[in-house]
């Protein structure tokens, strides 16, 4: 049982570059959340979905798109990176309001 | 606006003591609060599960209580091991609308053998 995975584990960009991270989960939850986590700030949601075809922003969602392609798979898009956006991002899953996290993408943007 | 605050930042104490770990938020219309454990470079596992109206959690050496009134809750951790270095953090869930989970910044904790 995988639980939630995330790919992929380390990336560099350059400003202005596009990428999309990718979620998947095997636990059948409806809900998935992006997180991303900065030294000192905890986490702060960027997008959540509730079920499959549904999405809405979270606190920090400017620069970011997502897309919850079916009940498994949730990515998030970074359409014209900036340094701003570089952060261990985070992608979890839910039942019964309990969150299960992945492992977390470590994104750098120079 | 609900604020989660844990203090302190960092803790460093001998293996083999007992120890507590704070969180407090500002809003008190909380649907529940969860404890987390990071490891360095890695994702959060769920430790602990309060729902809004419940007093406390036990898993093992861990102890979690919940005092809503107070807006405040504490993570005890038993006879701590150079294993249990690590962060911990709380979250809180609003209770009405939307699935908002507001995070604590999180203690960091290192437990000297």
């Known amino acids: 049982n995988a639980g939630v995975t995330q790919t992929p584990k380390f990336q560099v960009l350059k400003t202005g570059q596009s990428m999309t991270l990718q979620c998947a989960q095997d636990?059948?939850?409806?809900?998935m959340y992006w997180y991303r986590q900065d030294p000192g700030m905890g986490l702060r949601l960027i997008y959540y979905s509730a079920s499959e075809g549904t999405t809405d922003k979270g606190e920090v969602p400017n620069g970011y798109n997502v897309s919850r392609l079916n009940k498994r798979e949730f990515s998030l898009r970074l359409e014209s990176a900036a340094p701003s956006q570089t952060s261990v991002y985070f992608c979890?899953?839910?039942?019964?309001?309990?969150?299960?996290f992945g492992p977390g993408t470590r994104l750098t943007v120079t | 606006k609900q604020e989660v605050t844990q203090i302190p930042a960092a803790l460093s104490v001998p293996e083999g003591e007992n120890l507590v770990l704070n969180c407090s938020f500002t809003d008190s219309a909380i649907y529940n609060l969860q404890w987390f454990r990071q490891d360095p470079g890695k994702g959060l596992t769920s430790l602990l599960l309060i729902q809004s109206s419940q007093r406390e959690q036990t898993s093992g050496r861990l102890n979690a209580s919940l005092d809503k009134s107070s807006g405040r809750s504490t993570l005890y951790i038993a006879a701590s091991q150079p294993g249990d270095s690590a962060t911990y953090l709380c979250?809180?869930?609003?209770?009405?609308?939307?699935?908002?989970?507001?995070f604590g910044a999180g203690t960091r904790l290192f437990v000297k053998a």
């Open positions: 979250a809180v869930r609003r209770d009405t609308g939307g699935f908002k989970t507001i």
């Open positions: 636990m059948n939850h409806n809900s």
């Open positions: 979890a899953s839910e039942s019964y309001y309990e969150q299960y």
